[in-house]
């Protein structure tokens, strides 16, 4: 996991151009059941990792169950790990809005969890010239909670290889 961690961090210091996808396929489908806290506390509408107020929830039972840490804590906001289901009303077409979810019924609902994990490989031009074969690994987490549905991706670089590796 720590190597896991060193590499995705290097993923962000990883300056090359993009070359081209050369695969990409699922390692890991996975579901599994976590206590949703539905309070004013939980749901809102924020800005916080997106351009626009966006219709969010915290999921405190997240942490520890997945690859990629779901908070938005490089943002400042430490509130544990959350999910959107999309712009909050008065931005975009879906106008959701926190009642959306509470529906006047504060509660912990026990929601299932769907867990994709996938691998892309690519060739990336280096600097000076070159290609390198970069994998990475992303998570896609999607639920339902009062018939909206929520998702959350987060992605990283797990290795950067010779261009070799990307032809077999």
Do not use: W
């Given at each position: ?9 290097m ?14 396929r699922?390692?890991?489908?996975n ?20 351009g ?19 908070s938005?804590a ?14 909050c ?20 609902e026990k ?6 994990l ?14 390198s ?10 639920t339902?909670?009062?018939g ?9 670089v797990?290795?950067?290889l ?7």
């Amino acid at each position: 996991m720590k190597k896991l961690l060193y590499l995705f961090s290097m993923g962000f210091c990883f300056s090359s151009a993009f070359a081209g996808v050369i695969d990409e396929r699922v390692v890991l489908k996975n579901t599994f059941k976590i206590n949703a806290v539905i309070n004013n506390k939980t749901v809102r509408c924020s800005s916080v990792g997106y351009g626009a107020p966006e219709l969010k929830i915290n999921l405190v039972e997240l942490k520890g169950k997945t690859i990629f840490d779901h908070s938005n804590a490089r943002f400042g906001e430490f509130l544990g790990p959350c999910m959107t289901a999309g712009f909050c009303q008065g931005f975009g077409a879906q106008g959701l809005k926190i009642e959306d979810v509470i529906q006047n019924n504060p509660r912990t609902e026990k929601i299932e969890m769907e867990q994709t994990l996938t691998v892309t490989r690519s060739l990336n031009e280096q600097e000076g010239g070159g290609l390198s074969c970069v994998k990475t690994l992303k998570e896609d987490l999607k639920t339902k909670i009062a018939g909206l549905e929520f998702h959350h991706s987060r992605s990283g670089v797990v290795e950067i290889l010779r261009e070799e590796a990307c032809k077999n």
